[in-house]
């Protein structure tokens, strides 16, 4: 009985093998490997070699350059001006959005929003260069011919971290919109027939029906949010800076990929990755217990 | 019918106004870059290219077309996007349907769900993972772009909650009929499944033609570089690399483009895959976010 039972569930068995060896491979080694960050790493050594250990060195270290502090401000600052533009300007276009009547403009306005954000962040962040640049972009010349002195978006410390902001949002902000988007179409027209006999105008529909009807999306999508506090957006911020605006735009991500990867300082570097990684599960692990409690989201 | 009122017609028309202008700050940027693409240097230099290609040339992209390194990892671009859809869509499908089974089919379901699960909550970092691609010898290889992110969990979750959606009758009957499981998930589950297949094979192939990080470190050799992590170096970290700026001999063609118009004519290419099949296959792009963010 118990035989037939296993025979019946090996091939169950067989097809999650490679699956499970793949993600045995390249993310639980890896999380092994957080070991690097207790030692002076020498990869010719091999990566479960005979490496010189140094308890907590590295993070002792780590908390004497005041680089580290500068970093993680500019990280919290840079996410959390992210999380709340990209939570609230889609609200905001998806409700406008929704007072449109003529569906041929709305779902033209939605499809061109929505593009930049099947761009990579090399080309965009190419297009960005282009057009900002302070000598032959045309945002500056835009800027001069109305009088405005030129702007060095990219390579001023003062303007970089909202350059960031606005540019991610620029590109990302389509996708939440048609989220939201989405929920406002499960809300029953009746809501809104029943409100017109009754003589509410436009902003109190809005206010009274479709922005209720927005509520469990709104929650969920804030909630889940919470877990990239400290994921200022790497690929935006990697294309885009340079030494000159470190400091006010070096981020984590940035700050370990130069640590690590150019300077070759693995101990250092896996150390502040693993600070990175332990509080982002922190909160990536509440954030979906917050979403499970309040919007009975479940990932699986 | 209550009559729209004054108020709400001016709304109107400023809302109008307002998504419009969202609309055209998301497309008009890439009209400049490509009418700047299409100019020759003394317009460019000039400042006066704005929407439309002044003195209209097709030289930067002949120039791009013609530089081997271009078309060398637009190569190696091609050929991971086939590799890395195939290798994807295969290990999400066969992950995901046994994941989607109920307790009492596979008892020890809920447990390995959370062995992928746990890798999306928690990672190594970089350096570890860098050290693990390393050790496993794939640097300088295309299988360092496919192999490492080789089963997208995040795919997985949702394709297995789209197989846990579908009807269970049609399974327990081709059980009694003694199909095999092999047999049950190609010949039922996947047919069923089509639509939500497409829309992950879709944001599969645009993730892999996107991907320009592992590139650029996986890759020792330039050569072995993928579109995207050629564009990075050329265009963003501006290092001049053989064959990124212009050769001096080319002193005819130096006339007609510039630095710039070659950079933007890459930009543009780079991202032309993406927007010719954008227009088409909307409803499957559209149809990905559905998917992904709300399930009943």
Same mark, same amino acid.
Request: glycine share 6%; proline share 5%; with cysteine.
């Given at each position: ?10 091939? &169950? ?13 390249? *993310? +639980? ?57 990209? %939570? ?37 962040a190419g297009i960005l260069i282009d057009i900002l640049s302070p000598s032959e972009g045309i945002v500056n010349k835009i800027l001069e011919s109305i009088g405005l002195k030129p702007i060095y978006f990219l390579g001023d410390p003062k303007w970089f971290?909202?350059t960031?902001?606005?540019t ?11 989220? +939201? ?26 206010? +009274? ?14 909630? %889940? ?15 885009l800076y340079s030494p000159q605006v +470190? ?13 690590? &990867? ?14 990175? *990684? ?6 990536? *692990? ?15 | 019918?209550?009559? !729209? ?24 940027p890439?009209?400049h870059v490509?009418a700047v693409s299409?100019s020759s240097r003394s317009a460019v230099a000039a400042g006066v290219v704005k929407?439309?290609?002044v ?49 009492? $089919?596979?008892?020890?379901?809920? !447990? ?71 047999? !049950? ?13 497409? #829309? ?31 564009? $990075?170096?050329i265009v963003v970290q501006q290092?001049i #690399?053989?064959?990124?700026t212009l ?7 130096l $006339?007609?483009v510039s630095d710039r118009t070659v950079k933007t004519? $890459?930009i ?29």
């Open positions: 009985m118990v035989n037939d039972k296993f025979r019946k569930q090996l091939p &169950l068995y067989l097809m999650l093998l490679p699956g499970m060896i793949v993600v045995f491979v390249y *993310s +639980y080694i890896p999380m092994i490997g957080i070991v690097i960050a207790f030692q002076r790493f020498i990869p010719a050594k091999g990566l479960f070699g005979p490496q010189e250990w140094v308890g907590l060195g590295n993070f002792r270290y780590i908390l004497t350059l005041p680089d580290t502090y500068k970093i993680l401000r500019n990280t919290v600052f840079i996410a959390g001006m992210k999380i709340i533009a990209g %939570l609230v300007i889609p609200i905001v276009i998806a409700l406008l959005l929704n007072e449109v009547r003529k569906e041929r403009f709305k779902r033209s306005v939605q499809t061109i929003i929505y593009l930049p954000y099947f761009l990579s962040w090399v080309i965009f971290p909202y960031m902001v606005i991610d949002l620029w590109k990302n902000f389509g996708f939440s919109t048609i989220v +939201y988007l989405a929920a406002l179409t499960s809300i029953s027209p009746t809501l809104y027939e029943a409100a017109e006999i009754d003589g509410a105008n436009r902003w109190q529909q809005t206010w +009274y029906i479709t922005l209720p009807g927005m509520r469990a999306i709104i929650v969920l999508l804030a909630t %889940l949010s919470l877990g990239s506090i400290l994921n200022a957006g790497f690929e935006q911020i990697f294309n +470190y400091e006010t735009g070096d981020i984590i991500d940035t700050f370990v990929y130069r640590l690590g &990867l150019i300077q070759a300082q693995y101990g250092l570097a896996t150390a502040v990755g693993l600070f990175k *990684s332990v509080v982002s599960f922190g909160l990536i *692990s509440l954030s979906y217990y917050l979403a499970y409690r309040l919007a009975d989201y479940r990932i699986f | 019918m209550r009559k !729209i009122t004054r108020g709400e017609k001016i709304f109107s028309v400023f809302n109008y106004i307002i998504l419009s202008i969202a609309a055209l700050a998301c497309i008009l890439m009209i490509l299409l929407l439309w290609p003195d209209f040339t097709l030289m930067s992209y002949k120039y791009v077309i013609n530089k081997p390194e271009f078309s060398r990892s637009l190569l190696v671009s091609v050929k991971r996007v086939l590799l890395g859809l195939l290798v994807n869509m295969f290990l999400t499908i066969i992950t995901a349907y046994p994941l989607s089974k109920d307790d009492h $089919q596979f008892p020890y379901r809920t !447990i390995l769900v959370w062995y992928f699960v746990f890798t999306m909550l928690f990672g190594g970092g970089l350096i570890p993972f860098y050290m693990t691609v390393k050790f496993t010898g794939l640097i300088d290889t295309i299988w360092a772009l496919i192999i490492p992110g080789a089963l997208p969990v995040y795919n997985v979750i949702l394709l297995l909650n789209f197989f846990r959606s579908l009807p269970k009758e049609l399974e327990e009957a081709a059980l009694v009929d003694g199909a095999s499981h092999w047999t !049950i998930l190609w010949k039922i589950y996947v047919p069923l499944s089509l639509p939500a297949l497409a #829309t992950l094979t879709l944001f599969t192939a645009v993730g892999h033609w996107n991907s320009w990080f592992d590139g650029l470190i996986f890759m020792n050799r330039p050569g072995n570089y993928p579109l995207q992590s050629y564009l $990075q170096t290092t #690399t053989p064959g990124s050769a001096t001999e080319d002193w005819k063609l $006339q007609i004519a $890459q543009f290419l780079g991202a032309l895959p993406i927007l010719i099949v954008y227009p088409f296959l909307q409803k499957y792009f559209m149809k990905g976010i559905v998917l992904g963010s709300l399930k009943e």
